[in-house]
Every structure is written in structure tokens, then in C-alpha cells.
């Protein structure tokens, strides 16, 4: 991945079961809402550990 990539999740199939938030190497995720969110998105690298370990595939890198 790039360095400008960027998660885009989708709200609809997220189901908020925090994995992603955990796995993050910055801190970029969190949950918001019972769905994750780019809350840090000047903290993401784009290394796409979020969309990796995504079990319901809603995170694409972009």
C-alpha cells in the first residue's frame, strides 16, 4: 500500500467488533457510533493492517 492510502470503510457491513482499532499500529481507528471510524487519519500510514484483519471485509484501502 501506499503511503497516501487511506481506510475507507463501509458503515454498513462494519459490525463494530473493534479488531481493526486493536490492530492498528498508529491508534488511526476507533469506534464510533458501533462502527469503526478513521478517527486519526493524519496518524495512518496506509500499511492496511486494518483491512487484513477485517473479518466482514468493510475496510478497502483507497
Known amino acids: 500500500m501506499s503511503e497516501t492510502s487511506k481506510p475507507k470503510i463501509d458503515t454498513g457491513t462494519c ?5 481493526c ?3 492498528c499500529p498508529t491508534s488511526a481507528l476507533d469506534i ?10 493524519e496518524d ?3 500499511c492496511g493492517a486494518c483491512e487484513e484483519v477485517c473479518p466482514v471485509s468493510a475496510i478497502l484501502m483507497d
Open 44 to 46: 495512518c500510514t496506509g
Open 32 to 41: 464510533n457510533e458501533d462502527v469503526a471510524v478513521l478517527a486519526r487519519p
Open 21 to 23: 482499532v486493536d490492530e
Open 15 to 19: 459490525t463494530g467488533c473493534t479488531i
